[in-house]
């Protein structure tokens, strides 16, 4: 039998952490019931979605059964198995959401966890990897497939050409979750789906107790109402200030309108990967230099920018004024952090850190002006690369490594601030007026805006208000919470049958296992072959993230093709590439070292 190890019960935790947030509203057996009010970020998101299911998140994953015997592991009785246990296990998934006068709530009932809704499942066939990718584009670009009353699907798609093969493809708002606990979504279907043995949950309450809003962890109700107020003032406070300096801003050239706010985006994905000996050299690089990768992706995306915006100057379409004009301006970017470590430590080593839940916040900053080097003033004097002048000659690497260092610093003294989290809630709750203003736009006049005349009429830079130039930031190392291989091993940190707990592994408490589960858990049987993120995209928006799975780091975006179009976005990318080569995608053991210090 695997080993059990004490430690602190769910119970425990859901007493300890989030009293009185969930409340029955029915007691009768099968037919329970509860509820509770969203938070501000959940809110937030909530609101956006409702303008055609922007940020929801659609993921899509390729997987396949390491033995033909095996492939009843996507049949259908056996998929509904599954899901009924992911459910159980994270009620969450499950719930609606009530739009009433006194706000929004979330409503969970029994039944809607112990049984399957129309459409909450729903199996098909596709004729090839790419008919699977065509059928993921088709679902984020359609009529939103997820509504109030169905906040998460589940497709499941047979390959004719492979018989061994099979797709998930999972539709998600995202005020349920974030990308932490997406992966222990798709991680605990999978490992579910490829055994039989199935570790009995704790009960709904002490599920449901586990996810509270984030609001709950930096103002909780212990703390007395005029502490609690003060803090929030205070956060206001320095929001405001900050806020104060995101003016102007420009980014990549596009299509705006004043319909754009409230047209449906054309949600497409682009992305670029390293082969993985170049992608150690570039990480290895980062480590030499003392930067962080995040920090550094922010300046390769200035310097693609920079390269791509003054290849248009010099073939004449970009005009005078609007290049002096982006000359001046800063650049604005929306980075997002993952809160889950700044709350309670007990919760987050017992299962916190995968927890569904949306628990990350987003944090608006100002980098200086592209970089033009000597394109500023000597246009007529540079050599020209593709059209555009050379990385050296718009950035040197020694203020390359400036600007990274410059960009880690600012963060880190941002995420010091001991009223950091305050801080985050400010800027949430600004973002919830702007959101449910714009839901209630779309609802109610979207269709009359879009036709009119004058709401087509294209929109000059400088009268677009601040300007973003991009939102996202680097994932890490997804490994660690994507496994490939399922059943997860007992002695894999992440797996069900471990005998001891993990900060990722939510939703299953350490428990007895039978020698012979654990022997049958030691094969695999299915295997993923790829998986991707999605995300149906905001109206005029752009996306850019970077992470790093099986040795390979990647640059994936999401964007919204009305405002940005592909031959664009390509460009883009493929500058953006060129340049993370040129800066850190060589060796340089022989080379001086370089390093910033502030």
Not at 84 to 104: H, Q, W, Y
Not at 164 to 176: A, K, Q, T
Request: proline letters at 6%; charged letters at 25%; hydrophobic letters at 35%.
């Amino acid at each position: 039998m695997a080993t059990t190890q004490t430690t602190t019960t769910q119970a425990d935790l859901s007493s300890s952490f989030a009293k009185a947030v969930w409340t029955q509203t029915s007691a009768i057996p099968g037919q329970r019931s509860w509820r509770r009010s969203l938070g501000i970020t959940e809110s937030v998101y909530y609101w956006e979605g409702a303008c055609n299911g922007a940020a929801d998140t659609v993921m899509h994953v390729h997987l396949r059964v390491t033995q033909l015997e095996d492939v009843g592991i996507y049949a259908p009785e056996n998929v509904r198995r599954a899901w009924l246990s992911v459910k159980r296990r994270f009620p969450l998934i499950a719930a609606e959401v009530s739009e009433e006068n006194d706000g929004l709530h979330f409503v969970v009932r029994e039944r809607n966890i112990t049984s399957l809704r129309e459409e909450e499942v729903t199996f098909g066939t596709v004729l090839s990897f790419n008919d699977a990718e065509r059928f993921v584009d088709e679902n984020r670009n359609s009529p939103r497939p997820l509504s109030p009353r169905l906040l998460t699907r589940v497709y499941v798609l047979n390959q004719t050409d492979r018989p061994e093969d099979f797709h998930v493809v999972l539709p998600i708002v995202h005020c349920i979750t974030d990308g932490c606990s997406t992966t222990t979504i798709l991680r605990s279907f999978f490992q579910t789906l490829s055994t039989p043995f199935d570790p009995h949950p704790t009960s709904i309450e002490e599920r449901l107790q586990m996810c509270c809003p984030l609001e709950n962890w930096v103002f909780p109700d212990d703390v007395p109402l005029v502490k609690r107020r003060w803090k929030r003032a205070i956060g206001y406070a320095l929001h405001v200030a900050r806020r104060a300096r995101l003016a102007g801003g420009h980014g990549l050239p596009g299509n705006f309108t004043r319909a754009t706010a409230t047209t449906p985006a054309k949600s497409r994905t682009q992305l670029i990967s390293f082969p993985p000996d170049i992608s150690a050299i570039i990480l290895s690089n980062c480590r030499r230099h003392n930067i962080t990768f995040n920090s550094a992706y922010h300046v390769f995306s200035q310097v693609a920018i920079s390269r791509l915006l003054c290849r248009r100057y010099l073939r004449g379409e970009i005009s005078e004024g609007e290049w002096e004009y982006r000359k001046r301006q800063p650049m604005l970017f929306i980075g997002l952090v993952n809160l889950r470590s700044h709350f309670d430590p007990d919760w987050f080593c017992n299962g916190g850190s995968g927890e569904i839940g949306l628990n990350f916040s987003f944090h608006q900053h100002v980098l200086p002006f592209m970089p033009l080097g000597a394109m500023a003033n000597k246009k007529d004097e540079l050599e020209l690369i593709n059209g555009a002048p050379r990385f050296q000659d718009l950035m040197s690497f020694g203020r390359f490594l400036l600007r990274c260092e410059w960009v880690k610093s600012r963060g880190e003294k941002l995420f010091r601030n001991p009223r950091f989290l305050e801080i985050c809630i400010a800027t949430h709750n600004s973002a919830l007026e702007t959101n449910k203003s714009k839901a209630a736009n779309w609802r109610r006049s979207g269709e009359r805006a879009r036709s009119s005349a004058e709401a087509l009429e294209p929109l000059p830079l400088e009268n677009l208000g601040p300007v973003f130039t991009q939102r996202g930031s680097s994932l890490g190392n997804m490994d660690c919470m994507m496994p490939l291989d399922y059943p997860l091993p007992a002695n894999h940190h992440l797996s069900p049958i471990s005998s001891f707990p993990h900060p990722h592994r939510a939703g299953y408490p350490v428990c007895t296992v039978p020698d012979d589960v654990v022997t049958q858990c030691e094969r695999p049987r299915l295997h993923v072959e790829y998986w991707q993120t999605h995300f149906r995209s905001r109206p005029g928006d752009v996306y850019l993230g970077a992470l790093t799975t099986q040795k390979q780091l990647q640059y994936f975006t999401f964007y919204d093709e009305n405002a940005f179009s592909e031959d664009l976005m390509k460009e883009f990318m493929g500058e953006l590439k060129n340049a993370t080569l040129w800066y850190l995608g060589q060796r340089q053991e022989t080379a001086r070292d370089v390093k910033c210090k502030l």
